[in-house]
């Protein structure tokens, strides 16, 4: 059984014999998920039963293994359940599932891992994978990729390596971050999709006109501006100078940065104020979910695809469109970079039974476990033999998006190291910005190259 610091709260055991799983929130109250998966994971599990473990060879000797999750949100949290379930049948184990808030596990998960963590931890794909693989924190599985190696590309199991050339994540799901609106809205206020700058600013001005406001914006977990600044920054300097400025190659005092902030404090004017004190969910919320009159306070929203499947009625998701967030005019067009995470699991470094966490990673990465996923989810399987004939026209456009980006990044707090991305680091940054976007900006950029610069090395 995993530990962590007051703030983990523990949660249910989930059994073979009544496939619950009980999870807690960050208030420690017990709440409970789906007993069994969704019909289409039903559906699609005896296509996957013979990528999965035998549970006739294997439930009399593989017993328990433990997962700690940050899927505290009720959709994703749903999934985990849905997965779990799956899971336990086709690998005949046990799975107790600990559930943690999201921001406080991914900022506590250095501690977590150096503690008394679960067997498996849900986590990303990218830096923040391969710097706990090089501290030791994580047990290689190169083993599991040998049984479910053929089910993905090569772009996911390189996503999975780390420096050492060892496999350290099973892919799960991954999501584009793309601008997301209601069509309704659009259709009856005569919106078009812009493609450039200048018309998304066009766009932007009639909303105001209309009386929306043009963005919703939350920030106040630090994190969602990142992919603000992911964008405009791969939009104007390009996939490589990202991957550089992450890695620490490029410098924040570099003229190219400060003209991605030129450029976001122009287009402030458009956002929602009061992005430090508002949730990611309550600016999903004001674009996405009217209220009971029916009315919108925003006309687009800039985020994660979870955003939508989160927060919309999965009967209304039909209703929500998607598109890539404009060309700024520069060379790095063509590239239609974007942020398209990849979530995932991985071993820990002393698991209490590895042989039945190795079974669920195992079972993990096979289509009918990642139908059972995201089915419930909204995303799309990281599997490239997924059964996408039950997806959705929210996936089906989720899908088409990804596979028209030239280059994909992992997001900022997933491509940089951990101690720069967290609360002390850009977090804490970036909620300066907004709060303060007059700012002297050579002034600003030069302490967060300063605060870079201090960090021991990795």
């Known amino acids: 059984m995993g530990s962590l610091a007051a703030p983990w709260r523990r949660s249910g055991l989930v059994t073979l014999a009544t496939l619950a799983i009980i999870v807690s929130a960050c208030s420690g109250s017990a709440t409970p998920t789906p007993a069994a998966p969704s019909a289409a994971a039903s559906a699609a599990a005896s296509a996957a039963a013979s990528m999965a473990p035998s549970p006739a060879a294997s439930a009399a000797s593989l017993g328990a293994t433990t997962l700690g999750s940050n899927e505290s949100d009720a959709v994703p949290k749903a ?20 559930t943690t808030d999201h921001g406080t596990f991914q900022n506590q998960i250095s501690s977590y891992l150096q503690g008394k963590p679960d067997d498996v931890a849900k986590w990303f794909a990218g830096n923040r994978l391969r710097f706990f693989a090089a501290q030791g924190l994580l047990t290689p599985i190169d083993d599991v990729w040998a049984q479910i190696g053929s089910n993905y590309t090569d772009a996911f199991k390189t996503a999975s390596t780390a420096a050492d050339g060892h496999q350290y994540l099973v892919p799960i799901i991954n999501y584009p971050w793309v601008v997301q609106y209601r069509k309704s809205l659009w259709t009856k206020m005569g919106y078009t999709v812009p493609t450039t700058i200048a018309d998304f600013i066009t766009l932007a001005k009639k909303m105001q006109a209309d009386g929306l406001v043009p963005l919703a914006f939350g920030d106040k977990d630090g994190w969602p501006a990142m992919g603000t600044f992911d ?212 002034k600003f950029l030069s302490g967060i190259q300063s605060y870079y610069d201090s960090l021991p090395p990795q």
């Open 79 to 98: 999934a985990v359940a849905a997965l779990t379930s799956y899971c336990q049948t086709q690998a005949g184990i046990t799975i107790t599932v600990n």
């Open 231 to 442: 964008i405009l920054n791969m939009r104007m300097n390009g996939y490589d100078f990202h991957v550089g400025l992450m890695a620490g190659t490029e410098k924040w005092t570099d003229p190219k940065v400060k003209a991605v902030f030129q450029e976001w404090a122009n287009l402030l004017p458009y956002f929602q104020q009061g992005a430090p004190g508002r949730t990611w969910q309550d600016a999903a919320n004001a674009a996405l979910v009217p209220d009971a009159s029916g009315k919108y306070v925003a006309g687009m929203y800039f985020l994660g695809t979870f955003a939508g499947a989160g927060q919309v009625p999965k009967a209304d998701l039909t209703d929500v469109g998607m598109f890539t967030f404009p060309t700024l005019g520069t060379a790095y067009d063509g590239e239609n970079a974007m942020d398209a995470p990849i979530d995932g699991f991985m071993l820990t470094a002393h698991p209490a039974n590895a042989a039945a966490a190795k079974a669920f990673l195992a079972c993990i990465g096979t289509p009918g476990a990642q139908k059972a996923y995201t089915a419930v989810s909204g995303d799309i399987a990281a599997v490239k033999n997924a059964d996408t004939s039950g997806y959705t026209p929210f996936q089906v456009d989720e899908a088409k998006i990804i596979a028209g980006a030239g280059k994909i990044a992992q997001f900022l707090d997933r491509d940089a190291r951990s101690d720069f991305a967290g609360p002390s680091g850009m977090q804490g940054f970036l909620l300066s910005f907004l709060s303060n976007p007059s700012q002297n900006l050579d």
